[in-house]
């Protein structure tokens, strides 16, 4: 048989192709290839197609892509429409050239042997090239082609008009791209019922030629009964199928839809196989997703390291959430090992995104040490530009840049300014406000005015502004002397975990101050803030256990408080060590 299609090649190339074609259809892809071959030195442009299609596919040959676009390039060049259509679609895709140069350039097979079948650029220049000529013989997917690349190629080949009159003459043609590229062209140029209708039919056209973006589109269309009636079941019915295709946003939004039981029941295993799939296909939002599961507890066990991970792919894609997440996993060391300078790289690359949280977040960094100045100049930029909009929580961060110096000069005249019309909304921005008219920074002191604004910032439940507030009630200072209230106020800062107020808890128990003297109460408070590393409390409890000022007695508990208090630099202590020296020596 072989001999019989080695005669006939060399007899009639037309013969051979069409024999050719006969053994293909049979499956004796082999034998078609030689005869294929055959036809096509001859210069017969389908054979020379049908060639690069088996090179391109592995029919009957080992794959070769570099073989393939050159025999394409042959059938293209001698005008055969299909060819150039395909030809065109390998590159856009970036697969129409190797490293090595253009293969379509009448090379010898031998010639690739040895060069590496990458993924290259788009070459949209040749890429329009050859679907304009594809297009104007009439091939519906050369249509279809060139008007995607006049909708989503470079700007300077862009002329959505003319790709609209294109995908018209390709879906006219019934082409699955042309109906899909059409029914978005029409979408983008505003709909009414009837153009709804359409655009419905077209992408149902295109779904039933499998095609899973127009199934995922005609599933959206269903969901919210545009253009066709509404039916959440045949929606469900249609995402699952294009998320079985392979479409990532499809197995995003099936994956999601199964956790919440949009469609029928929850299933939350099956959906998060389902969005698994979409994030190790490369969707971000979809690894996001993932990492959100591991770290909030849903129908996944907590697992901060997997989440990390998860969140990691999703950032290095570009998602602003995802980096900020990572950023505040290497800051509190939750899954990964803490560090500071990576949670600032990433809340860095979240922040540039324009991200507000992640500003406030790197803000917040920055104004600790961390960071370069190049960072803290950024920041401060941000959130002037946010503040001169209105945005109160800018205004606040803006503020303490300039009262600090971060990333700006420091200013505290313009600081008192900013912080004044946070005040308006922001709670900590009225302690802090509170707390310059105290001590006369950027503005003249006004005690009366300061106790004001830290009474509104306690109000809103700030634990510093509380223990300020209390402070000003037990000295009476800008107001009523009220060591009743300032007690209340000690004890809701100390229950936030506040080791000041613990602290002034444990002074106004030890007598003195219009208050019952309690001194085991002023012992467990002063404990309560040592315990916290409060110096002054270290000082006290360590004098309390010495002297056994609340019933208890232990020398060596307060020689270790009060050698605690001296490495803090309360120089107070030092007396009462050397006492307790000179007691020990005696």
Same mark, same amino acid.
């Given at each position: 048989?072989?001999?019989?299609?080695?005669?006939?090649?060399?007899?009639?190339?037309?013969?051979?192709?069409?024999?050719?074609?006969?053994?293909?259809?049979?499956?004796?892809?082999?034998?078609?290839?030689?005869?294929?071959?055959?036809?096509?030195?001859?210069?017969?442009?389908?054979?020379?197609?049908?060639?690069?299609?088996?090179?391109?596919?592995?029919?009957?040959?080992? /794959?070769?892509?570099?073989?393939?676009? %050159?025999?394409?390039?042959?059938?293209?060049?001698?005008?055969?429409?299909?060819?150039?259509?395909?030809?065109?679609?390998?590159?856009?895709?970036?697969?129409?050239?190797?490293?090595?140069?253009?293969?379509? #350039?009448?090379?010898?097979?031998?010639?690739?042997?040895?060069?590496? !079948?990458?993924?290259?650029?788009?070459?949209?220049?040749?890429?329009?090239?050859?679907?304009?000529?594809?297009?104007?013989?009439?091939?519906?997917?050369?249509?279809?082609?060139?008007?995607?690349?006049?909708?989503?190629?470079?700007?300077?080949?862009?002329?959505?008009?003319?790709?609209?009159?294109?995908?018209?003459?390709?879906?006219?043609?019934?082409?699955?791209?042309?109906?899909?590229?059409?029914?978005?062209?029409?979408?983008?140029?505003?709909?009414?019922?009837?153009?709804?209708?359409?655009?419905? !039919?077209?992408?149902?056209?295109?779904?039933?030629?499998?095609?899973?973006?127009?199934?995922?589109?005609?599933?959206?269309?269903?969901?919210?009964?545009?253009?066709?009636?509404?039916?959440?079941?045949?929606?469900?019915?249609?995402?699952?199928?294009?998320?079985?295709?392979?479409?990532?946003?499809?197995?995003?939004?099936?994956?999601?839809?199964?956790?919440?039981?949009?469609?029928?029941?929850?299933?939350? *295993?099956?959906?998060?196989?389902?969005?698994?799939?979409?994030?190790?296909?490369?969707?971000?939002?979809?690894?996001?997703? *993932?990492?959100?599961?591991?770290?909030?507890?849903?129908?996944?066990?907590?697992?901060?390291?997997?989440?990390?991970?998860?969140?990691?792919?999703?950032?290095?894609?570009?998602?602003?959430?995802?980096?900020?997440?990572?950023?505040?996993?290497?800051?509190?060391?939750?899954?990964?090992?803490?560090?500071?300078?990576?949670?600032?790289?990433?809340?860095?690359?979240?922040?540039?995104?324009?991200?507000?949280?992640?500003?406030?977040?790197?803000?917040?960094?920055?104004?600790?040490?961390?960071?370069? /100045?190049?960072?803290?100049?950024?920041?401060?930029?941000?959130?002037?530009?946010?503040?001169?909009?209105?945005?109160?929580?800018?205004?606040?961060?803006?503020?303490?840049?300039?009262?600090?110096?971060?990333? *700006?000069?420091?200013?505290?005249?313009?600081?008192?300014?900013?912080?004044?019309?946070?005040?308006?909304?922001?709670?900590?921005?009225?302690?802090?406000?509170?707390?310059?008219?105290?001590?006369?920074?950027?503005?003249? /002191?006004?005690?009366? !005015?300061?106790?004001?604004?830290?009474?509104?910032?306690?109000?809103?439940?700030?634990?510093?502004?509380?223990?300020?507030?209390? !402070?000003?009630?037990?000295?009476?200072?800008?107001?009523?002397?009220?060591?009743?209230?300032?007690?209340?106020?000690?004890?809701?800062?100390?229950?936030?975990?506040?080791?000041?107020?613990?602290?002034?808890?444990?002074?106004?128990?030890?007598?003195?101050?219009?208050?019952?003297?309690?001194?085991?109460?002023?012992?467990?408070?002063? %404990?309560?803030?040592? #315990?916290?590393?409060?110096?002054?409390?270290?000082?006290?409890?360590?004098?309390?256990?010495?002297?056994?000022?609340?019933?208890?007695?232990?020398?060596?508990?307060?020689?270790?408080?009060?050698?605690?208090?001296?490495?803090?630099?309360?120089?107070?202590?030092?007396?009462?060590?050397?006492?307790?020296?000179?007691?020990?020596?005696?």
């Amino acid at each position: 048989m072989a001999v019989v299609n080695r005669l006939i090649g060399l007899a009639s190339p037309a013969a051979a192709l069409r024999r050719g074609i006969r053994l293909s259809e049979q499956g004796r892809l082999p034998e078609a290839f030689g005869l294929f071959t055959a036809a096509a030195r001859a210069g017969i442009a389908d054979a020379e197609y049908r060639v690069a299609r088996c090179y391109l596919e592995g029919s009957g040959v080992p /794959p070769s892509r570099a073989e393939g676009v %050159r025999w394409l390039h042959r059938a293209a060049t001698h005008g055969y429409a299909e060819a150039q259509a395909l030809l065109s679609a390998l590159c856009v895709n970036g697969l129409g050239t190797l490293a090595s140069g253009n293969p379509a #350039e009448g090379k010898s097979h031998a010639d690739h042997l040895f060069t590496t !079948e990458s993924k290259g650029d788009p070459d949209f220049n040749t890429a329009i090239k050859w679907a304009r000529q594809a297009a104007k013989a009439g091939s519906p997917k050369g249509q279809a082609l060139l008007a995607y690349i006049l909708t989503c190629g470079p700007d300077s080949m862009r002329d959505v008009d003319e790709a609209h009159r294109w995908y018209a003459l390709s879906a006219a043609r019934g082409c699955p791209e042309g109906c899909l590229g059409y029914a978005l062209s029409l979408a983008r140029q505003g709909t009414n019922a009837k153009v709804r209708k359409e655009i419905a !039919e077209l992408l149902r056209a295109a779904a039933k030629a499998g095609l899973p973006t127009a199934i995922y589109l005609l599933a959206a269309l269903t969901e919210h009964g545009v253009g066709v009636a509404r039916d959440l079941s045949a929606a469900g019915r249609l995402y699952r199928d294009a998320a079985e295709k392979g479409l990532r946003s499809a197995q995003l939004h099936w994956g999601v839809a199964l956790f919440e039981g949009r469609y029928g029941e929850k299933d939350p *295993i099956e959906g998060e196989s389902w969005v698994r799939r979409a994030a190790l296909a490369g969707d971000p939002e979809a690894a996001a997703f *993932i990492g959100n599961l591991y770290v909030r507890h849903g129908p996944l066990p907590a697992n901060y390291s997997e989440a990390a991970g998860w969140y990691r792919r999703a950032a290095e894609a570009g998602h602003a959430a995802a980096a900020r997440a990572l950023g505040s996993l290497y800051l509190t060391g939750a899954g990964v090992v803490r560090d500071p300078a990576e949670a600032t790289r990433w809340l860095r690359i979240s922040a540039d995104s324009g991200d507000p949280a992640s500003q406030a977040d790197l803000a917040n960094l920055l104004l600790e040490g961390a960071g370069t /100045p190049d960072d803290r100049a950024k920041v401060a930029s941000w959130f002037e530009q946010a503040a001169v909009s209105g945005d109160l929580v800018a205004a606040f961060n803006f503020g303490l840049c300039l009262a600090k110096g971060v990333g *700006i000069e420091r200013d505290e005249q313009q600081a008192t300014h900013w912080l004044r019309r946070a005040a308006d909304g922001v709670a900590d921005a009225q302690y802090i406000y509170g707390r310059m008219l105290a001590d006369g920074r950027g503005v003249a /002191p006004d005690l009366r !005015e300061a106790r004001a604004w830290f009474a509104r910032a306690a109000d809103a439940d700030v634990a510093d502004a509380q223990v300020a507030l209390a !402070e000003m009630m037990v000295n009476g200072r800008g107001g009523a002397f009220d060591p009743a209230a300032a007690l209340v106020l000690f004890e809701k800062a100390a229950a936030k975990g506040h080791s000041g107020a613990m602290f002034a808890l444990g002074a106004l128990h030890c007598g003195g101050h219009d208050l019952p003297e309690d001194r085991q109460v002023a012992q467990r408070w002063f %404990r309560a803030a040592a #315990e916290r590393g409060h110096g002054q409390a270290q000082l006290m409890l360590g004098r309390y256990l010495v002297g056994g000022l609340a019933g208890q007695w232990n020398p060596a508990e307060g020689r270790l408080w009060l050698e605690r208090a001296a490495a803090q630099g309360i120089s107070d202590a030092e007396p009462d060590l050397a006492a307790l020296t000179s007691s020990a020596s005696v």
